[in-house]
Nanobody, 127 residues
Framework: QVQLVESGGGLVQAGDSLRLSCAAS????????MAWFRQVPGKEREFVSAINWSSGGTTYADSVKGRFAISRNSARNTLSLQANSLKPEDTAVYYC????????????????????WGQGTQVTVSS
């Protein structure tokens, strides 16, 4: 079982950048998928981005495409999310998630496909 710990959240102004990190307690195996989701109070947790740990293939929500970039460091077992040109609507708690199962594209966006979650890190973007 893997434990995930996020860091890097904070309060920024619109147009600023943040880099979120997620440290995994164990080595991520070939075929694993790691992802970022976000949630605001009163709304469902929504998909942001995912990466195939072995191939490096990435997927993004339309709302962040072109502004956010997901990456992984296999040697350090860390996942990152570079968030640029931040908007007030990006304000949320950001969660790191992982699964050791290979996922079809249709399931990559589904939070129920990820059994492992971090505790979340708050990102607040002021206008």
């Amino acid at each position: 079982q893997v434990q995930l710990v996020e860091s890097g959240g904070g309060l920024v102004q619109a147009g600023d950048s943040l880099r979120l990190s997620c440290a995994a307690s164990t080595q991520m195996l070939s075929g694993a998928v790691m992802a970022w989701f976000r949630q605001v109070p009163g709304k469902e947790r929504e998909f942001v981005s995912a990466i195939n740990w072995s191939s490096g293939g990435t997927t993004y929500a339309d709302s962040v495409k072109g502004r956010f970039a997901i990456s992984r460091n296999s040697a350090r077992n860390t996942l990152s999310l570079q968030a640029n040109s931040l908007k007030p609507e990006d304000t949320a708690v950001y969660y790191c998630a992982a699964t050791y199962s290979a996922l079809p594209l249709a399931l990559i966006y589904s939070r129920s496909a990820y059994p492992y979650w971090g505790q979340g890190t708050q990102v607040t973007v002021s206008s």
